[in-house]
Nanobody, 124 residues
Framework: QVRLAESGGGLVQPGGSLRLSCAAS????????MAWFRQAPGKEREFLVR????????DYADSVKGRFTASRDVAKSTLYLQMNSLKPEDAAIYYC?????????????????WGQGTQVTVSS
């Protein structure tokens, strides 16, 4: 069993920055690929990026490429998402997940374990 807990969300002005964290517990979570998704009200859950067990972040969504940076501290079993140049359309609940059941990693259904999410609000 793997447990995930996101933190770091909050209210930020447009153009501002936030750093989200996702603490993982359970074994062997450090060997699993992890990912970030987000879900805005009335919209489907959107894939943002995946981070391999090596710490390499790959497959950034076009909507966040160049503004968001994902990283991973394997020793701390923690996944991060540094979000810069935030826009009102970035407002959503942000989720981390891990352990894929299929290769379609852009789909929420491909992932088994999810955190409870953390709310990000971008408003002046």
């Amino acid at each position: 069993q793997v447990r995930l807990a996101e933190s770091g969300g909050g209210l930020v002005q447009p153009g501002g920055s936030l750093r989200l964290s996702c603490a993982a517990s359970g074994s062997p979570s450090s060997t699993y690929t992890m990912a970030w998704f987000r879900q805005a009200p009335g919209k489907e859950r959107e894939f943002l990026v995946r981070v391999l067990s090596t710490g390499t972040a790959t497959d950034y969504a076009d909507s966040v490429k160049g503004r968001f940076t994902a990283s991973r501290d394997v020793a701390k079993s923690t996944l991060y998402l540094q979000m810069n140049s935030l826009k009102p359309e970035d407002a959503a609940i942000y989720y981390c997940c891990t352990l894929r059941r299929s290769s379609n990693w852009h789909s929420p259904s491909a992932w088994i374990y999810w955190g409870q999410g953390t709310q990000v609000t971008v408003s002046s």
